[in-house]
Nanobody
Framework: QVQLVESGGGLVQPGGSLRLSCAASGFIFSWNIMGWYRQAPGKQRELVARIASDGSTNYADSMKGRFTISRDNAKNTVYLQMNSLKPEDSAVYYC????????WGQGTQVTVSP
């Protein structure tokens, strides 16, 4: 079965960096578009970034230039490097893959605070 396991969240000061990881299993990772989404309290889940099987990427406008999505097909892992973090980046970050339907990981909390 499809499994997505996120890690790497935590508490960081404004301007700091974090790298999130998502380990995937149960499907052919290299064939699929992988995504990172986030959800802050009281807000809808929103797209952060996606990466296709060929490595092409797209980002939400507010993350461009600060966040970088990448993938390692040999490790079945997708990453999200987050730099210049702001308090408004605080949210639970989720890994996503769509195979007939959306699959989500359990999420990892990112808190940006002094």
């Amino acid at each position: 079965q499809v499994q997505l396991v996120e890690s790497g969240g935590g508490l960081v000061q404004p301007g700091g960096s974090l790298r999130l990881s998502c380990a995937a299993s149960g499907f052919i990772f290299s064939w699929n578009i992988m995504g990172w989404y986030r959800q802050a309290p009281g807000k809808q889940r929103e797209l952060v970034a996606r990466i296709a099987s060929d490595g092409s990427t797209n980002y939400a406008d507010s993350m461009k230039g600060r966040f970088t999505i990448s993938r390692d097909n040999a490790k079945n892992t997708v990453y999200l490097q987050m730099n210049s973090l702001k308090p408004e980046d605080s949210a639970v970050y989720y890994c996503n893959v769509f195979i007939m339907r959306d699959y989500w990981g359990q999420g990892t909390q990112v808190t940006v605070s002094p």
